[in-house]
């Protein structure tokens, strides 16, 4: 209920009430009359003040329970974002974890093989050594690759990376 309303209903309660008592009591002065008159009018004032308060308290109320709600609903998000931010942070440990292993095979692979070929240059077969240093190409570029991304991921961690944006159009078609 509006406090608007509830200042309606005093009014008209307080008028309802002074005019029925009026009509039952009459006009004739008395001195009981009077003294209960002053009761009333007491009662009435009292009345009148309540409905005041009333309605000047509930649209307080209304606000704390509003701000309570609010308070609430941000409490909730904290907590997802809390719950989000762990994830996020178990799937970067994971990543770190992973990254030795991704970085050490193709290293490893560089290294044996380099190795083999430094060792048994002359023991090797034009073929043997063909494989042998088509073995350190591909792992160069895993390597490489693995690095460039590393380094892309670190540009997209600062705020300084800008995008490089360029149209793929020829012809007016797209290229795919």
Partial sequence: MSWQT????????LSLSLFSYQFYMGNTPNIAE??????LQIIYILFIISGFLLAFLKPKQ???????QKAYHLGEQIYNRDEELEKLIEVKNEFLRNLEHEA??????????GQILFESYDKLTDNQRRKGLE?????????????????????LLSLNYTLDKKSLRQNSKFLI
């Fill in 6 to 13: 509830t200042l309606i209903m005093i009014v008209s309660g």
């Fill in 34 to 39: 009077e003294l209960y008159s002053l009761k």
């Fill in 62 to 68: 209304e606000q704390y329970e509003l701000t309570e």
């Fill in 104 to 113: 050490h095979t193709p290293i490893v692979g560089i290294t044996s093989m």
């Fill in 135 to 155: 073995e350190i190409a591909k792992s160069s570029e895993r390597l490489s690759s693995l690095v460039n991304n590393m380094i892309d991921l670190s540009k």
